[in-house]
């Protein structure tokens, strides 16, 4: 299997594909203003109790206060909390690995016994604001690094169930409780298994010097301050996911070029040479397929081969899907055959688009009916197998009686791309777009009046469609519009561009057409 990574970068936000085998599996967007904020740790002030809920909400900056339930203090909260009260005293900083621990919060405790309104709190961001609900933290605290989770607070060294041979868990260990200061614990990230002692070490003692930083600008900091920022998204991404089946990643602007070579240079030196700076003229999601597969995002349809089709609905307590066979033979003595068949590429499909859209709560999977439990049994294996992929969390449950197969998975993140109940801005909630015989028309008219506004430089971006159309001929409608208006006219394709839409922007992409429609 090979994996790439294409990153568009635009002035607002930097659009990070995951395709492997050339198919688009992960969309993220990471906004430039905001930056990517999992695992990012604040000092926050307390807002409110929530007896009721066990909960407290905390003030950390953003615009909607962020929650966080009693479960999510954590174990070692108290300890924590100690080194965050003694700021105020202006003695000496208390040092995690000279400090005596406090004991363990108790499981069924109260919130309003550990939290009081106005209270300073070391925080961390567990899972982003989404909707109308702002960021979910925990106080239980860690450091991603990629061969290793540091855990303040704990002495234990875990090591991913993912590795199994026992040998090389001895030696991972032995490796971290080496180097490992006291009330400091690990877990071994999968990861490590192909890391060097050396890497290994490195990788730890990096953290804890992060660590201490974090604390430091604790110190110097009043609520609400973000102290420690997680680093971007595309590096996350990279830390976490690059390993031998990558075989480039491609990115369209050469800042972030220069820095995720650095960042690859670094974790991974000889995989340097597959990071490549893309300078086509073509959008970089059009020249690697990548824009009319982001178009699925809003399919309710989705295709399958020979045939076979997905309806997925989205519901506010639930996501169904329904698998439908198509034109599938409906012979008697092959119908348990064709069913398992498009059941099994209905799961990979599925697979797929839970990633693609981030699907998250739950999920049901209407799969077509089969009689013989052997069938069911190969579906449900397949499935488990194809989601082992997926990172978020999640539980699958075998088939119904009724054929249906229910799926619970953890959603983490903002979804790529929001649905909109924005009235169409091409045929503005009518359902009716103008005939297309008079667009060429239309185009031409913005042309000459921003012609004899001094417009020198017009850059049409359009779909390929009209593209090809406005540049037929050997006098193409384009030199006419030229040589008539005197103003040089490009034109720039893209699939993501309506069918009759046209964008007109300057030489620096900012739009010609301020406060009027496209």
């Known amino acids: 299997m090979n994996r790439e990574l294409i990153i568009n970068v635009n002035p607002t936000e930097v659009s990070i594909a ?14 430039c203003e905001n930056g990517f904020s999992v695992g990012d740790i604040y000092l926050g002030r307390v807002r409110k109790i929530m007896p009721g809920l066990n909960a407290a909400f905390v003030n950390i900056g953003h615009e909607k206060d962020a929650f966080i339930h009693y479960l999510d203090l954590g174990a070692n909260y108290s300890s924590l909390q100690r080194i965050v009260d003694s700021r105020h005293k202006g003695d000496k900083m208390v040092r995690v690995e000279t ?38 933290l925990t106080a239980d605290l860690s450091l ?26 001895k030696r991972l260990r032995k490796v971290a409780l080496d180097v490992l200061p006291k009330n400091f614990g690990v877990i071994i990230r999968t990861a490590a298994a192909s890391a060097e002692d050396i890497d290994i070490m490195q990788d730890i003692l990096s953290l804890i010097e992060r660590w201490n930083k974090t604390l430091s600008t604790m110190r110097k900091s009043e ?17 976490d996911s690059l390993n031998d089946t990558f075989s480039q990643i491609t990115v369209d602007d050469e800042t972030l070029y220069g820095e995720i070579k650095s960042y690859v240079h670094v974790i991974k030196p000889e995989m340097e040479k597959l990071v490549k700076l893309y300078k086509g003229k073509v959008p970089i999601f ?46 008697e003595d092959d119908q348990e055959q064709t069913a398992l068949e498009v059941n099994l590429a209905a799961a990979a499909e599925i697979a797929r688009q839970l990633r693609l859209r981030d699907m998250g709560g739950i999920i049901i ?7 013989k439990q052997q069938s069911r049994q190969i579906l449900l294996q397949e499935m488990q197998q194809l989601m082992a992929k997926d990172k978020a969390k999640h539980t699958i449950l075998p088939l119904t009686k009724f054929g249906l197969m229910q799926i619970t998975r953890q959603r983490v993140r903002p979804i790529a791309i929001e649905e909109t109940s ?7 909630g009518t359902g009716k777009v103008g005939p297309t015989i008079l667009l060429e028309n239309k185009i031409e008219g913005q042309v000459q009046l921003l012609a004899e506004k001094g417009a020198k430089y017009i850059n049409l971006r359009v779909s390929p469609y009209v593209k090809a159309y406005l540049t037929k001929g050997l006098i193409s409608r384009r030199l006419r519009w030229i040589f008539k208006y005197k103003t040089f006219v490009k034109l720039t394709s893209s699939q993501s561009v309506g069918m009759v839409d046209v964008g007109y922007f300057d030489r620096k992409g900012e739009s010609l057409l301020v406060n009027s429609q496209e």
Do not use: W
């Open 18 to 31: 995951l395709c492997e085998d050339k198919v688009l599996v992960e969309l993220n967007k990471e906004r």
């Open 99 to 136: 400090m005596k621990l406090e004991p363990h919060l108790e499981k069924e405790g109260r919130i309003g016994d550990h939290l009081k309104v106005g209270d300073s709190v070391l925080v961390q961001i567990s899972k982003e604001a989404i909707s109308t609900k702002g960021p979910r």
């Open 144 to 169: 991603a690094g990629r061969n290793v989770v540091l855990v303040p607070f704990s002495n234990k060294v875990m090591v991913s169930t993912k590795i199994r041979s026992n040998a090389e868990k």
């Open 223 to 239: 609520a609400p301050a973000r102290v420690m920022s997680e680093m971007s998204r595309v590096n996350t991404i990279i830390r």
């Open 286 to 331: 059009d020249q690697f397929d990548v824009a009319k597969q982001i178009k699925s995002l809003f399919a309710k349809y989705v295709s399958l081969r020979r045939g076979a089709y997905l309806i997925i609905e989205h519901t506010e307590a639930m996501h169904v899907i329904d698998v439908n066979s198509g034109n599938r033979t409906k012979a």
């Open 365 to 371: 999977i209407d799969f077509i009916d089969m009689r």
């Open 422 to 428: 924005d009235i169409c801005p091409t045929c503005y």
